[in-house]
Nanobody
């Protein structure tokens, strides 16, 4: 079992930055793949970024602006978001997968956090 708690969301102006954190507990953190997803109002949840081993994966819409990283000593995964745009406004969710193999498909993730709101004003 893995428990995930996100933090770091908030309101920021377009062009600004935020760093989301996801603290995990309950299972050997380094052995699970981690992902970030987001859901905007009226839209389906979508993949943002994922990390497993030393590999990272990004949605095209955030590539070059967002960076996913992890600190296994702190059992935490981060999402550094730069050059934010109004279309990045969404609830951001952290997810963990029992297999240490990242996926862009949310159905492959076994554990989810409660989400944190990110609002980007124009």
């Amino acid at each position: 079992q893995v428990q995930l708690v996100e933090s770091g969301g908030g309101l920021v102006q377009a062009g600004g930055s935020l760093r989301l954190s996801c603290a995990a507990s309950g299972r050997t953190f380094s052995s699970v793949a981690m992902g970030w997803f987001r859901q905007a109002p009226g839209k389906e949840r979508e993949f943002v970024a994922a990390i497993s081993g030393g590999s990272t994966y990004y949605a095209d819409s955030v590539k070059g602006r967002f960076t996913i990283s992890r600190d296994n000593a702190k059992n935490t995964v981060y999402l550094q978001m730069n050059s934010l745009k109004p279309e990045d406004t969404a609830v951001y969710y952290c997810a963990a997968r029992r297999w240490n193999l990242a996926s862009m498909n949310e159905q492959n993730y076994d554990y989810w956090g409660q989400g944190t709101q990110v609002t980007v004003s124009s």
